[in-house]
């Protein structure tokens, strides 16, 4: 079975501060990670995903995420952040064929002014 | 191109009562999922449609859910008779054939009283 943690329920910091949102997951098959944001009031909008290739991926918004294999974490981190970035993000895994994902329980990004 | 739509955004019934949600997937989307975030926690899979049949059901939590897919376009996801425990946001997502990223709906939030 796969499962999604996301240590830190809320995470306040200053607009133009770096931030870093933690996301690990367990799983003893190869997965695929993503990232999800939702807005107030709106749906759940795809940050960046991992599928193969370069641990390293960068999404929209300035946000990139690295993945750790061996410390089987995929933190999400932006060097500067806005006031509209204020948010709350899902990390989230996919089983291989992708039929089903598995979520963390979200961290809500509050940035001030 | 439209998003992922769903009807109502929000619900309140009484326990005992009948509620169907209503999911338009993205046009040319055979793939279709239920997910439900039940008070802040994460959001959990209910199931999962290919068309118009069901793939995968594994997350219903009982059989007072009954989730359709008529024809393989829009779904219903009725709950009959409503619970407590039942309230929380049903979440919609679709994806294309062989597509990897699940596109969601804003959501329905359901409150039983």
């Known amino acids: 079975a796969q499962s999604v943690t996301q240590l830190d329920s809320q995470v306040p910091v200053f607009e133009e501060a770096p931030v870093e949102l933690r996301c690990n997951y367990s799983s003893s098959v190869s997965v695929y990670l993503f990232w999800y944001v939702q807005y107030p009031n709106q749906g759940l909008q795809l940050l960046l995903k991992?599928?193969?290739?370069?641990?390293l991926v960068k999404g929209i918004n300035g946000f990139e995420a690295e993945f750790n294999k061996s410390q089987t974490s995929f933190h999400l981190r932006k060097p500067s952040v806005h006031i509209s970035d204020t948010a709350e993000y899902f990390c989230?895994?996919?089983?291989?064929?992708?039929?089903?994902?598995?979520f963390g329980s979200g961290t809500k990004l509050n940035v001030k002014p | 191109e439209a998003g992922v739509t769903q009807f109502p955004s929000h619900s309140v019934i009484e326990k005992g009562q009948t509620v169907t949600l209503r999911c338009d997937p993205i046009?040319?989307?055979?793939?279709l999922y239920w997910y439900r975030r039940v008070m802040g926690k994460e959001i959990k899979f209910l199931l999962h449609f290919v068309k118009e049949s069901k793939q995968d059901e594994s997350g219903m939590p009982n059989n007072r859910f009954l989730a359709e897919r008529t024809g393989g376009t829009y779904s219903t996801l009725k709950v009959q008779p409503a619970e407590l425990e039942d309230s929380g946001v049903y979440f919609c997502?679709?994806?294309?054939?062989?597509?990897?990223?699940?596109?969601f709906g804003p959501g329905t939030r359901l409150t039983v009283l």
């Open positions: 989230a895994v996919s089983s291989y064929n992708f039929n089903k994902f598995y």
């Open positions: 991992y599928l193969s290739g370069s641990t």
């Open positions: 997502a679709s994806s294309q054939d062989t597509g990897r990223t699940q596109y």
């Open positions: 046009s040319g989307h055979d793939n």
